[in-house]
């Protein structure tokens, strides 16, 4: 059996500038935030990037790293506009694919089936239309005769999400109530990387009905569209990832309040994660 | 006690209004985006509409007492919309005359004057299920002539677009802390369909950019009843946030 465990180092050495990354969670939740830092870290950009978008945009916009973004928004939840996406925005930083949340789905279903396009009741009568000529509409061969948006498979080169437990050969468990579109993620792209709060040995003790107490449909990410799993504890940081912690909202807030020079020199200018997580630390301790 | 007795807050004929967006909608779910939406579904749900189905704001399917009866994490929760089984009240940052919706952003969209949320899920919501608005700040900045990118489809561009937009496209209401707005006019055109007491007709004008059809002797929406009034005050709302969305 292959140990695919790595670093976030190593996943961000195996990507590469130009590349199609798709990020999993959904806006300020579940965000695999500290492969998002790694590649902070790295020389990687010029990216498309495909998310239902959150600070993983707001932090890879601010720092210059995106060509393209697929997204049916960014937000922070909690705090309703991502300000780095914004200014990005504003400032025409990156192109821009916008779809609808469905929209997105579907694509990410048809990467999943390795199908071109799949039909969706969206798009048609709104400016998604306008904004991306290239969309194109498919009608019915059958006899109602309707017409769809024809959503182009989302294909990616890389995918990065973050669950609550993975083991070491890539299947990951998710804890909390929703399990986003993580496995879709994994399931559309080339090569995708997993990281987690806690690498166990085995799964269980969940109180489940499988073996040894597991919830079986807890069991989202298949090894076999796994390419790494990165033991990464308070991963993603300041979003959320429930049961484990919750969202870290003062953090979040100090993030979307602070000029990003300022932001990045105290807390993303260390050598890794470690560095990033104690800084994290030490803001929390003046606070009190 | 009588409701005469008591003065009834604007927020709360707006709670009323929103409420009764999803009188007689079944076995559906209420989605509400905004305070005083949610307040009001949930006042649906307690009294006239007790069918309804609600979220816990994540995954959750929650009786009114707040204990789960189901799972609706998003990629289910997307596939009800499809599936019609739903009736959404979401925000505005712009609205036009035949109810074209706009959260995505302010200007061109090619470089915006201001970056909003992005289309979400306007787009499909309007296509598939009825979809009705909340403006909690009603205004010329709202209301305008036409929308800066379209989000939330209307009925002039479902129209346009072909009978796959028309299908399942409705806008039941708009409602603002001004009154109620419907599309129940020949021509799809949004109309006053009643004030909130307190507001007069130059008011909504003032406040709206576009001509608004009007009867010729304007509704006003309803009273609550007591018990709805007690249900809002002591049970849904005990901390009174519906007066921070729309001050008394």
């Given amino acids: 059996m292959t140990d695919k465990t ?180 994994c399931e559309a792209a080339d090569s995708a990387y997993l990281s987690c709060e806690r690498i166990v040995d085995a799964f269980g003790d969940d109180g489940g009905s499988g073996p040894g107490g597991v919830v079986p449909q807890s069991l989202l990410v298949g090894r076999y569209a796994v390419t790494g799993v990165v033991e990464c504890p308070n991963g993603a940081h300041f979003t959320s990832c429930v049961p484990d912690y919750g969202r870290d909202e003062a953090f979040q807030k100090l993030y979307a309040t602070t000029p990003w020079a300022e932001f990045a020199e105290r807390f993303l200018s260390g050598p890794d994660e470690k560095s990033y997580q104690s800084a994290v630390q030490s803001w929390h301790e003046e606070q009190k | 006690m009588t409701t005469s007795a008591v003065r009834v807050t604007r927020a709360e004929y707006c709670v009323i209004a929103c409420a009764e967006a999803w009188r007689d909608n079944g076995e559906v779910l209420a989605s509400p985006m905004g305070l005083i939406p949610s307040v009001g579904a949930r006042l649906a749900r307690h009294t006239f509409s007790p069918d309804l189905l609600l979220t816990d704001g994540e995954a959750m399917l929650v009786g009114p007492d707040g204990r789960p009866e189901g799972w609706l994490p998003y990629r289910r929760h997307l596939a009800m919309v499809t599936g019609g089984r739903r009736h959404v009240m979401m925000g505005a940052s712009q609205i036009d005359r035949f109810g074209n919706q706009n959260i995505s952003c302010i200007g061109a969209w090619e470089r915006p004057a201001r970056q909003l949320l992005g289309v979400r899920g306007a787009p499909v919501n309007t296509l598939n299920n009825p979809v009705s608005y909340w403006v909690p700040k009603h205004s010329t900045r709202v209301f305008v002539p036409k929308v800066d990118m379209i989000s939330g489809v209307g009925y002039d561009s479902a129209a346009a677009a072909g009978p796959s937009a028309t299908r399942y496209h409705r806008i039941p209401r708009v409602v603002s802390n001004l009154g109620v707005f419907d599309f129940a006019t020949p021509d799809h055109s949004m109309r006053l369909a009643s004030l909130h007491p307190g507001v007069t007709l130059d008011e909504v004008g003032e406040a709206t950019a576009f001509e608004l059809a009007v009867a010729d002797e304007p509704a006003y929406t309803r009273e609550p009843t007591p018990e709805e009034l007690r249900l809002i005050r002591e049970v849904i709302d005990p901390d009174g946030l519906r007066d921070r969305e729309v001050r008394p």
């Fill in chain 1, 6 to 185: 790595m670093t976030p180092e190593d996943v961000v050495a195996r990507l590469s500038s130009g590349m199609t990354l798709g990020i999993g969670g959904w806006g300020s939740r579940r965000k695999p935030m500290a492969l998002v830092r790694a590649l902070l870290r790295s020389p990687v950009t010029d990216l498309t990037v495909i998310s239902y978008g959150g600070p993983d945009v707001g932090l890879l916009a601010a720092a210059g790293r995106v060509r393209k973004l697929v997204a049916p928004f960014a937000t922070l939840d909690s705090i309703p506009l991502e300000p780095h996406f914004r200014a990005a925005r504003q400032g025409g930083a990156f192109e821009l694919v916008e779809v609808d949340e469905a929209m997105f789905m579907w694509g990410l279903h048809a990467a999943a089936n390795r199908l071109p396009f799949l039909p969706v009741r969206a798009g048609i009568g709104s400016d998604v239309m306008r904004v991306n000529p290239d969309l194109r509409t498919v009608t019915s061969p059958y006899e109602d005769g309707e017409t769809f948006v024809a959503m182009p498979a989302l294909r990616m080169d890389a995918a990065l999400v973050h669950l609550n437990r993975a083991d070491r050969l890539g299947n990951g468990q998710y804890l909390g109530p929703d399990p986003y579109f993580d496995d879709l993620f």
